[in-house]
């Protein structure tokens, strides 16, 4: 037996998407890089997983020897402007610890229950990425264990490509990687394949590449320290065109902020929307009362702003900034600032703030937001079980350049209405990632919907875009068409190249990211 190994319960047979006909050999609960290598050695396909918490499918065994990182728990060590963890360690436990040294890891995902192994293996993003960027620009070191039990210390900036491929010492000798010649799109997040550019960090290669290329078994991420106080502030609209100028507006100045390091400019770091359907999904689970916040009547958008303040401010100034904001004096602050801007826009006498110190009512703020893809979920989930079990999960993770978001938002409703589907659209408006939801009534939406995602694909990289941004390609039949749609057969066999020269048995996880065969 590998270690802490046992037959796997039902519960480790599907991941958050219910990808269905979940099936084991068996699972194996690692505690460290050797016992690692002793599961590679011993099984003949194995699967890593972390949280589960996978929306495509990639944590749904097809008959491998399920790898579970739950014991992969240390925090290794927190020194200046870095941590570093195991695998199994949630971002919520990485954020606590960090908060405990007045530091922070920005671009954590939405869902903290996700492992520090998952987000780093899909490229993982979340609200902040307007400002900080993904995943991929805060890992600062890994160690991976290959496919025959190679473990490979990897530090950004020690190794790049050379000639069009990447060289790797293994066990079994020196490995030639050639990596792929097809163009990424020029966007905030991507989790599309494997990772591709000329002189290619050899770090950044595993990043993203979904447990097929090796397993993660310690990361160093950079950090933030201080960390910055929070203001979340609830902006009701009265419509798209409203929502979208006040975002391009707080966009503007954020920007400019960062450009010209202005102490008292405004810098909103991430920015949430929710369509008219998710605010009626809102008022029918009744979850806007439960965490008393309000929806006026004629709100048709809704905006959950993240602004960012420096460290020391306390709360005695944050009355003052906003004070001050509202007297006819010019703001010389950043909550003056953006109370002006939002002034402006004619949306401030329905705003709401959450300020630093205020810890509740932050957290009602943004548990409204989550409680949008929980009732859409939950939709679907009734569904499948009072109507046919065939209905699933079936959305979109797209990205465009900001600019090309109202766009977006108008093909994705021309697209649901003229299929007759219930839908309903949020997410990260600041980057140009939102996720169009199917709210399935029958298999046939579930079909439909299923069309419309592989044409929104088409009509997201006709915009500059990248059709899979934050959650990965896994095992979703439509996620790997997108991919493929995305980079053509020949994108899709360079892919296969670097998964042969790593992985020549086709041990780690089979069939995530494009077909076993």
């Known amino acids: ?282 008022r029918e689970d009744g979850a806007n009362t439960r965490h008393n916040v309000s929806i006026p009547d004629g709100t048709t958008l809704a905006l959950l702003v993240q602004l960012e303040l420096n460290a020391g401010t306390d709360a005695a100034q944050t009355f003052e900034q906003i004070q001050a904001a509202l007297g006819t004096e010019p703001s010389k602050s950043p909550l003056g600032h953006f109370c002006r801007v939002l002034e402006r826009a004619g949306v401030l006498a329905d705003a709401e703030l959450a300020l630093p110190h205020d810890r509740r009512r932050a957290s009602d703020l943004l548990a409204v937001r989550e409680a949008v893809p929980a009732g859409v979920n939950q939709r679907i989930s009734t569904a499948k079980r009072t109507l046919d079990a065939r209905i699933e999960k079936t959305a979109g993770d797209m990205v465009v350049p900001f600019e090309r978001c109202g766009e977006m938002l108008a093909i994705y409703r021309q697209g649901f209405e003229s299929r007759g589907l219930d839908y309903a659209i949020w997410g990260h408006l600041s980057d140009g990632n939102v996720h169009p939801n199917v709210i399935a009534r029958s298999y046939d939406d579930v079909v439909k919907g299923k069309d419309a995602m592989v044409e929104f694909g088409r009509h997201v990289a006709r915009l500059g875009g990248c059709p899979l941004a934050e959650h990965g390609v896994g095992r979703n039949p439509v996620k790997q068409a997108l991919l493929r749609q995305l980079y053509g057969d020949a994108g899709v066999a360079e892919m296969r190249a670097v998964k042969q020269a790593l992985d020549p048995g086709n041990r780690l996880a089979p069939g995530v990211i494009f077909p076993a065969s």
């Open 1 to 282: 037996m590998t270690p802490d190994s046992r037959p796997p319960t039902e519960d480790w047979l599907v991941d958050a998407a219910n990808f269905p006909g979940g099936h084991a050999a068996g699972i194996a609960f690692p505690r460290s890089t050797a016992d690692v290598i002793d599961v590679l050695r011993s099984s003949s396909a194995v699967l890593p997983i972390g949280a589960q918490s996978s929306l495509t499918g990639g944590a749904t065994p097809m008959g491998e020897t399920i790898l579970a990182t739950t014991k992969m728990t240390r925090i290794i060590d927190i020194g200046p402007g870095l941590i570093t963890v195991e695998p199994g360690v949630t971002v919520a436990a990485i954020q606590e610890q960090l908060t405990e040294v007045g530091a922070w890891f920005p671009p954590a995902p939405t869902f903290t229950g996700a492992f520090a192994g998952g987000i780093v293996a899909t490229n993982a993003a979340g609200a902040a990425t307007f400002k900080y960027g993904s995943t991929r620009d805060w890992v600062e070191a890994l160690t991976v264990v290959l496919a025959d039990g190679t473990v490979l210390q990897l530090r950004r900036g020690a190794q790049q490509a050379e000639h069009g491929r990447l060289a790797i010492e293994t066990a079994s000798g020196r490995v030639s990687v050639p990596v792929p010649t097809y163009r990424m799109p020029d966007v905030a997040k991507r989790s599309a394949g494997y990772h591709a550019a000329p002189g290619m960090d050899l770090i950044d290669l595993f990043i993203g590449s979904e447990g097929t290329l090796g397993v993660i078994t310690e990361i160093s991420f950079r950090t933030v320290s201080p960390a910055p106080n929070i203001v979340l502030a609830w902006i009701p609209c009265a419509d798209e065109a409203q929502g979208l100028a006040l975002v391009t507006a707080l966009r503007d100045a954020s920007i400019a902020t960062r450009q010209t390091g202005a102490v008292d400019g405004l810098d909103a770091c991430a920015i949430e929307h929710m369509d008219r359907r998710s605010l009626e999904i809102l």
